[in-house]
Structure formats: structure tokens, C-alpha cells
């Protein structure tokens, strides 16, 4: 490992040395640099070229929300994936693991926050004791991560560079949910944060701090101020590679270069290499035609395979780069049945695998394929991809073929009656079956293939409708039961191992749009939904527990081919294709970019396990 003097030598000699500077708020003098003992990438050895420091790069975002892109492909994590999907210490110097129970962290000495404050066991300490065993700001207690079988593990501070967190029993996707894209927070930046919090500041100053943040009080302010997955506060700091300068509202916002990043290059030279990031807020229909015009460096967002023509054609009179990767997600697109939706006939049928299975089997996911993706997607329910070692074909094909006879004979014996050969069915109270599927409107192509799912359910006695919202309200309806179903991507992490935590397939979150209530439920630890009443569900959320539970890699293998099979035989969500193809467009002057990739939100974080701290601009215009 690189010693501290000899960086500083190194980084000295270079074009870009250490320099020393004021920190934020602090009296005393901080080198900027990295820690003691950073994180050493080595380029070479993944097949990239070493770089040089400098240079703006220009993004374009649907709207001030998404700067939560950025800590996401920032991608800097206690412990982090690599390109082959293995778990390695990033920020951490190193960690210990002992029966899946015993989890010891050690700290880079000399590592600081983007404002210069120490990085140290003290930050964990706040975040353990003084966010999440504060009732006031944690009312369900700690977070699910970190129980098991609803206890909370005893922590440790051994010093001031590693803490320990100790389990009775067997805590295994401790290590995923670190590295995931919104990772579970263990440590948060004491020094700044402590200003907003009752235990070390004055009532007082915590009203005038609410009446100047616009919050009703300390605790509305505290997580407020400490927001990290949509970085909206310039003041908080952070350890991600860049930081944001710019308070909304705006129309764009900086992201500068974090000065005590804790990675470095072969030679020494700290990244991240590229020194600014402009985030521009567009409208997110326009976002692809500025991508072809040339107003955008790095793009990923805002633009799909239906513009890969357009983008690519910008390639012959632009200095742009056009790739394609492959998507992870276990459909691109997918129907979710609202198995917690408030109308009560409709709850019934949805309920009812048969109805399930014979929307499935209505749709010509063949024909979708043909006329929404040139043919280069994979037919298939919503299921893990080939690329996966836990693949099996009969996953993807469970109930995926068309076979409208089926799907007739199916809701025939669901009571589903038609009055007259070819018509519309008649629900148990003498409605029309018409399905609303509601739509947050944020991909071009969920209209093209809702308008083909029309014409293929009106041959089954179905009539469908599409209603758009914003993702919020899009949100709040499915939680609220008003939505009877939704359009939306399939499972994040399509390629899992069976390490990887199996959770998406049992009700464990809120925003699982087929029965979110009881995720909820699960997530809030009781507190808040309810608890699922279906077979199917129950046994789903026992076997993922198991999974918990287990001793061998072996035993977790078993349970996830027992868990994708009971998933993709009830059809609780509906597939129609994955492994698409999405463009990513990038500047012909950006190096280290790869050609293809694996892209999606889990768990490769989109870019991050591909490291942009690592991409540079090459001289020229």
C-alpha cells in the first residue's frame, strides 16, 4: 500500500499536487487529498488507460429530482461491487465477517468528509445511537437491515477507525444492502449534522433553524438536512466523489469534485479525474432530441432504444459515441396486479391465479417484440436473465407463451362470464371488466406496448385503459389501494447470485406495486400495513427469512430456485420481455467509458460499478 509521505511525493511531482486549503467551518488547516492508505485502482488491470485530471462534463435530467443519479453512480460505498459482481472494501480499509454474524469495520485513517471533518467511528456512532435509537426521528425503531428475527445486533466502537456490529444469528445480506444503489446508512457526518439535533443544540437555535428551513421541527429539519439519495442540501457533507453546489430550485446544478476522495489511480493521482459535472434540468421528452443535438457529454437517462436511430445518426455530425447495453431488470416492462387495491371485486379476481395466469397468456409478447424492439429483446415473465447463474428456462417461460384459448378457458372458470361470444366480460356485480392501468408516463414506449396489450386483451374479454400520472401521485394511489394495476419495469437485479439477497420476490417493501401494503408492513417492522393473508405471499416472506437464515451457499441456492419458482408460477407480476437493449451516449473525447455493460438500478447501480470517477476527457475540442 501506498504510504502517506510517499503520496504526498508522488501527488507533489504531478500536475495536479496535494494543495492545502481551508475546510469548510474548521479553524485548522486540512491537507486536501485523500486518506492514508486510499483505495488503489488499478487501470491497467481492468483495461483502462490511466488519465488526466480537469475538465466539465454536461448531463441532462428530467427535473431537479433526479440529481439522485449522482450518489448512485458515484457509486462510493462502505463496501462496494466490482464489474464481476464480487464485494470488496471501497471507503472501508477492510472488513471482517464471522458466521454472517459478526461484522468488524475499519476506517482509512486520515479520511475526511468533502468539508474537511474527520471520517471517523464517531460518525457511526451518531448514526446508530442518535438517528436511529431516537424514537422521535425513528418511531418504527432501527431499520429492518438491522434486525434479525427483530433484534438489533450489539454495536461496538473498538476504536477510533473500526466499529463492530454483532448479530445472535446470521445476518447475511448485510454486505448487498451496503453496496446497493440506495445503501443502508451506517455512518453519517457527525460534526455537521449535530447543529440540527435536540441532544446537542438549544431549543432556541432549533426554532429559529425550522423557521429559516421551513420545517415544522427539529426532527422535520434533521432529516432534511441529512438527506443523501437526492442531494439537495450543498452544506451536507459527503463522501462521494462529487458534491453538489447549488441549492434548488435551479435549472442546473454543479456538482464539483470532492477534494478528499479516497480513491486514487496507479500513479497516485487522485480521482475523481473529471472535475465538474453540470446537471441541466429539461423537460424529459425533449431530453433525447438534446442528446442528438449535442447538449449533453455523458447521457443515460431520458433517453431508450426507440431513439437509438436518431442518436446514432447524431454520431456523423457530432463528437458523440453511441453504445448499447444490455438492460438487468427482470422485465422491461411489466404489469403489476394491485393485490391490495380497495375494490373489493377486483381484490377477489386478482387474487384468483387463474385471472393472473390468463392475462398472461393473453399477451403476444412475440408481436411486442417485433413491433416496440426490432426483435433484440427476450420474451419472458418477469424472472431473472440467462446472464444470472441461478437462471432456468422454465422460469422465463412460466406462463409467458400466448395462448388466448387458455386465457379464455381460464377466466371462463374465474366466473368471468361474456354475454355474447367475443365481448366483454361482466365482473361477479355486473360491471364491465375494465382495467384501468395507471402510469407514471416516464418511458415513451409503455404507450406503444399498452396499445398493442389492448388489442391482445379485448380477444380475451378484457378492455384496458391507461391512465398517466406523476410519479408521486402515480405513487400514492397504488399505496392507497386506488389503483387497480400499474405499468412499470420488472425486478431491479435480474442477474443475482445466491448470495444476493431474494427479497424482491416476497412483499418486503412499499414500493413492490403488486401488494405494497404488505411491504410496507414488512419494511416498517409492523408498524404500519398489514401483514399479507395470502398463501402465497406468506410463504414467499417465510422462505425469504430462511434465506436469512441460512448456514450454506448451498441452502441459499435452494431457497431462491424455491422462491423464483413459486413467483413465476403465480404470475404476481406480469413480464413480456427483458435483456433490451438502451443506448448510452457519451462525448468521443470521454475515455474509460466501456463499450457495453450490463445497465440497471440494482446491482450495478447503472454506471457505478463502472467507476466514472475513472473516466477523463481527453485534450481537445
Known amino acids: 500500500m501506498i504510504g502517506r509521505r510517499s503520496l504526498l511525493a508522488l501527488l507533489a511531482s504531478m500536475a495536479a ?44 435530467i428530467g427535473g431537479q429530482r433526479d440529481i439522485r443519479f449522482m450518489p448512485i453512480i458515484g457509486y462510493a460505498r462502505l463496501i462496494g461491487y466490482d464489474t464481476d459482481l464480487n464485494l470488496q472494501p471501497d471507503i472501508l480499509e477492510s472488513f471482517d465477517t464471522f458466521e454472517d454474524r459478526i461484522f468488524t469495520f475499519r476506517i482509512r485513517k486520515g479520511h475526511r468528509w468533502s468539508d474537511g471533518s474527520e471520517f471517523t467511528t464517531e460518525d457511526f456512532r451518531y448514526c446508530w445511537e442518535d438517528i436511529y435509537q431516537n424514537r422521535e426521528l425513528h418511531r418504527g425503531g432501527i431499520p429492518i437491515e438491522l434486525r434479525v428475527d427483530d433484534r438489533e445486533p450489539q454495536f ?43 441532544r446537542y443544540q438549544d431549543a432556541d437555535t432549533l426554532a429559529t433553524l425550522c423557521k429559516k428551513y421551513r420545517v415544522e ?54 480521482l475523481p479525474y473529471i472535475d465538474k459535472i453540470l446537471l441541466n434540468s429539461s423537460s424529459s421528452d425533449i431530453i433525447a432530441a438534446k442528446t442528438g443535438a449535442g447538449e449533453s457529454d455523458l447521457q443515460i437517462s431520458g433517453i431508450d432504444f426507440s ?27 411489466a404489469l403489476f396486479p394491485n393485490l391490495n387495491c380497495s375494490d373489493t371485486v377486483w381484490r377477489r379476481l386478482l387474487w384468483d391465479v387463474r385471472v393472473r395466469r390468463a392475462l398472461s397468456l393473453g399477451i403476444d409478447r412475440t408481436e411486442i417484440n417485433k413491433a416496440v424492439f426490432y426483435g433484440l429483446a427476450r420474451e419472458s415473465s418477469n424472472s431473472i436473465l440467462a446472464e444470472s447463474p441461478l437462471f432456468k428456462a422454465s422460469y422465463a417461460r412460466a406462463w409467458a407463451s400466448h395462448a388466448p384459448e387458455e386465457a379464455n378457458r381460464l377466466l371462463d372458470e374465474a366466473g368471468l362470464k361474456r354475454e355474447k361470444p367475443g365481448g366483454i366480460r361482466l365482473l361477479p356485480d355486473g360491471r364491465p ?32 385503459f391507461t391512465r ?43 414500493d413492490q406495486y403488486q401488494w405494497p401494503v404488505w411491504g410496507l408492513h414488512h419494511l416498517s417492522g409492523g408498524s404500519d400495513g398489514h401483514a399479507p393473508d395470502m398463501k402465497e405471499a406468506i410463504d414467499l416472506l417465510r422462505l425469504f427469512k430462511a434465506w436469512r437464515r441460512a448456514a450454506t451457499i448451498a441452502e441459499q441456492e435452494a431457497i431462491w430456485h424455491r422462491m423464483l419458482e413459486v413467483y413465476t408460477d403465480q404470475v404476481f407480476t406480469i413480464g413480456i420481455v427483458n435483456a433490451a437493449l438502451v443506448p448510452i451516449v457519451s462525448s468521443s473525447r470521454l475515455r474509460n467509458i466501456p463499450v457495453d455493460g450490463l445497465f440497471g438500478f440494482d446491482p450495478t447501480s447503472y454506471l457505478g460499478v463502472y467507476l466514472p470517477d475513472t473516466f477523463w476527457l481527453e485534450e481537445g475540442n
Open 17 to 60: 499536487p496535494v494543495r492545502l486549503g481551508w475546510a469548510a467551518d474548521h479553524k485548522s488547516k486540512v491537507a486536501f487529498g485523500p486518506p492514508e492508505q486510499p483505495r488503489v485502482i488499478s487501470l491497467s488491470g481492468m483495461g483502462r488507460m490511466p488519465g488526466r485530471r480537469g475538465g466539465t462534463i454536461r448531463m441532462l
Open 217 to 270: 421541527d427539529w426532527t422535520d429539519l434533521q432529516l432534511k438536512m441529512s438527506r443523501t439519495s437526492r442531494p439537495e442540501n450543498p452544506e451536507l457533507p459527503t463522501l462521494d466523489p462529487w458534491v453538489n453546489t447549488t441549492a434548488p430550485p435551479a435549472s442546473q446544478f454543479v456538482f464539483k469534485r470532492n477534494p478528499h476522495f479516497h480513491r486514487v489511480d496507479e500513479r497516485a493521482v487522485q
Open 307 to 333: 431513439d437509438y436511430t436518431f442518436l446514432k445518426s447524431a454520431e456523423d455530425r457530432l463528437p458523440i459515441k453511441v453504445n448499447l447495453w444490455r438492460r438487468s431488470q427482470g422485465s422491461r416492462i
Open 156 to 198: 461496538e466502537i473498538l476504536d477510533k477507525w473500526t466499529v463492530r456490529y454483532s448479530w445472535h444469528a446470521s445476518n447475511p445480506d448485510l454486505l448487498a444492502r451496503i453496496a446497493s444503489p440506495v445503501p443502508l446508512k451506517l455512518a453519517m457526518p457527525a460534526a455537521y449534522l449535530k447543529q440540527f439535533h435536540s
Open 468 to 510: 398517466i400520472s406523476q410519479r408521486e401521485i402515480f405513487r400514492k394511489r397504488i399505496m392507497g389501494g386506488d389503483t387497480i394495476m400499474s405499468v412499470f419495469q420488472g425486478l431491479d437485479n435480474g442477474i443475482p447470485t445466491a448470495e444476493m439477497s431474494p427479497r424482491e420476490l416476497a412483499p418486503t417493501s412499499d
Open 433 to 464: 371488466a375494465t382495467i384501468i392501468v395507471e402510469s407514471a408516463g416516464e418511458n415513451t414506449f409503455e404507450s406503444d406496448v399498452l396499445e398493442l396489450v389492448t388489442d391482445h386483451w379485448a380477444q380475451i374479454g378484457i378492455k384496458l
